[in-house]
């Protein structure tokens, strides 16, 4: 994996010499007062064989999947779901609230096997308790329950109220693990499991990052968080996450909680946003070309992809296309708009990564957590918490409660 930066020299040179530099152990201890760095450590303590047992328990063979999440026990949850063969039978509750979706869902299911999965850290959170009076009889009538939540009270509501079902297999999340550094614990592999994945490939990734960090092997992820952190105090208001794959977009949705829930605090750091190439490049290329200057962007590409080889005979008011590798094309569109970005003085990251994997992914997506603590170390907040967030479900609290 590499991180390209196309910054200012200057800035490049200061990035890379404070990454060189810096003191990982002093930011980690300064990090653990608060309490919620147990995704570092957790996956290299996992008791899978444990968790193996329980899911021979678990009939897979059902018709679809509900996922009940939102936030980070759902933006992770579909990141990894997008590697499975099986994606189509997951079902997302939670991220929306439109009546005419939830409808079109509940009639999907009915008279189908149903499988359920519950994600909800606290087990307090409003959607949750929502969706499970709103789907209470799908839930009644389903195959099995998995659960996976910091609250064993929690477990202990939905085991009571859903007795009709024979199995229920309850997983604890670490509290010391947030909602959306959570991928990175017990509930990537559950969601793994479910969706018949081989979870021991993303764990591989992650703790091999880890240990190239801990042994000085790579600086990836503080020339990441440097780099945001110095892009901001330069004046840079907007981070844009982008790809040139769809099946990307759950992953650069996931990022873009995990860097504005966590360092989006005292109006300090970058603004998230995300886009998809070559469909943004028409949608939104303009304003990146003569909009303002308060900008950056970050690529999340793989070097290798499926060959696409089509016939390319037509000549269309005398325009033709050299090239018959769709696969070339999609690149050659990508490395355009990120040289445009170059002539434009827009500051650009690159992800690239060798292929479109778990143990590719694991590491990627411990990169990038890392490199949030990092720049929340010299912003001076606390990555950990969502004061923001609370606030506006208080709001929420006082309207429907």
Known sequence: MELELYLTPRMVRKTKRMAETIDFL???????????????YQ????????VSK???KIDLNVDYIISLGTGGSYQGVEMLVEFSKHKDKFIFVGPSLDPEEIAAITKKVEGKKIGFNIISKSGGTLEIIMFINLFKDVIKKSQWITIVSSNPGFSDFIIESFKEVKTIETFLLPANVGGRFAIGSIMGLVVCYL????????MKGFLDMRESLEKGFTFIPFERGIARYLLFSDGKILENLASNQKKIRPTLNWARQLWAESNGKEHKSMFISVGTYPEDAHSVGQIWKEGPRKVAETFFLVKNNPDYFFENKLSIQNIHIKKNNLNEINKDFTESIIEDRFESGIPVMIYRVNDFTLETWGKLVFSEMVAVVIEAYYLGVNPFNQPGVESYKEKVKARIL
Do not use: H, P, S, V
């Not at 969706?195 to 993303?202: K, V």
């Open 195 to 202: 969706t018949g994945l081989n979870f021991q490939d993303f």
């Open 43 to 50: 996956l290299g303590n996992i008791d899978a064989e444990k």
């Open 54 to 56: 329980q899911f021979e």
């Open 26 to 40: 002093e930011i980690w201890e300064y990090m653990n007062r608060y309490g919620m760095t147990g995704w570092y």
